[in-house]
């Protein structure tokens, strides 16, 4: 029942997560995107990348520009352990289209989980769960080969990187489903996983995520 305070700069806001001041300080996502992996496009068509090199999802839905403010907010979550930013998220992940059938988040592989304590795309899921009343497969996908962390490697070895990182422990025939994480970057990840959900038979995947890098 005590004033929420502000999660970027602290001060009071009353029942608000973030105070109007630093709210209007957020990078929205751009409104003219490629549909398919939430790039700037003119007019909001699918990119040229998207049409020659197509993805394994779908969709994708970003919130945010990965940039400052939101940025810190998301490194914080990820690496503060400041939980009540993973509920801030999720309050702007706004769904289109067909409601899908379920929430996978972006899983861990067990050491990593185990050195964080948690897994900042469960936190999200959990809260665009409940916001959306989509249930969320929290053991249907597991990491099954420890990777190395994308942020320090090229564009190009981020795909060879995550090939067969992860496996589908159910069948998702004709399922509408959508993958959760906080920070799209390459999309390497997102896609290789998408790709063993289709082979899993899903008929439709998309990606919800928080923030999205517009220059990698």
């Not at 029942?15 to 990078?27: A, F, K, Q, T, Y």
């Not at 352990?81 to 929430?103: C, F, M, N, Q, V």
């Not at 989509?134 to 962390?149: F, G, K, M, N, S």
């Given at each position: 029942?005590?004033?929420?305070?502000?999660?970027?700069?602290?001060?009071?806001?009353?029942?608000?997560?973030?105070?109007?001041?630093?709210?209007?300080?957020?990078?929205?996502?751009?409104?003219?995107?490629?549909?398919?992996c939430a790039l700037p496009t003119p007019?909001?068509?699918?990119?040229?990348?998207?049409?020659?090199?197509?993805?394994?999802?779908?969709?994708?839905?970003?919130?945010?520009?990965?940039?400052?403010?939101?940025?810190?907010?998301?490194?914080?979550?990820?690496?503060?352990?400041?939980?009540?930013?993973?509920?801030?998220?999720?309050?702007?992940?706004?769904?289109?289209?067909?409601?899908?059938?379920?929430?996978?988040?972006?899983?861990?592989?067990?050491?990593?989980?185990?050195?964080?304590?948690?897994?900042?795309?469960?936190?999200?899921?959990?809260?665009?769960?409940?916001?959306?009343?989509?249930?969320l497969l929290h053991e249907a996908v597991?990491?099954?080969?420890?990777?190395?962390?994308?942020?320090?490697?090229?564009?190009?070895?981020?795909?060879?990187?995550?090939?067969?990182?992860?496996?589908?422990?159910?069948?998702?025939?004709?399922?509408?489903?959508?993958?959760?994480?906080?920070?799209?970057t390459s999309g390497a990840s997102l896609?290789?996983?998408?790709?063993?959900?289709?082979?899993?038979?899903?008929?439709?995947?998309?990606?919800?995520?928080?923030?999205?890098?517009?220059?990698?």
């Amino acid at each position: 029942m005590l004033p929420q305070r502000c999660l970027l700069c602290g001060m009071a806001c009353g029942s608000r997560w973030i105070c109007v001041g630093c709210e209007e300080d957020l990078p929205r996502h751009p409104h003219a995107h490629c549909p398919v992996c939430a790039l700037p496009t003119p007019l909001g068509e699918t990119c040229g990348e998207c049409l020659k090199h197509p993805q394994h999802f779908d969709a994708t839905h970003a919130a945010f520009a990965y940039a400052f403010p939101a940025d810190a907010l998301l490194r914080a979550l990820k690496y503060q352990s400041r939980l009540a930013i993973a509920e801030w998220a999720a309050l702007h992940i706004e769904l289109s289209g067909t409601r899908p059938d379920y929430l996978i988040p972006m899983p861990l592989h067990v050491n990593r989980l185990k050195t964080r304590g948690f897994n900042q795309a469960m936190e999200i899921a959990r809260a665009l769960s409940r916001r959306y009343s989509i249930p969320l497969l929290h053991e249907a996908v597991e990491r099954v080969r420890e990777t190395e962390p994308q942020a320090g490697l090229p564009r190009a070895e981020r795909t060879r990187n995550m090939r067969n990182a992860f496996a589908c422990r159910e069948g998702f025939s004709g399922k509408h489903v959508a993958i959760v994480d906080d920070v799209m970057t390459s999309g390497a990840s997102l896609n290789e996983l998408a790709r063993m959900l289709k082979k899993a038979g899903a008929m439709r995947v998309e990606c919800l995520v928080a923030a999205r890098t517009l220059r990698d």
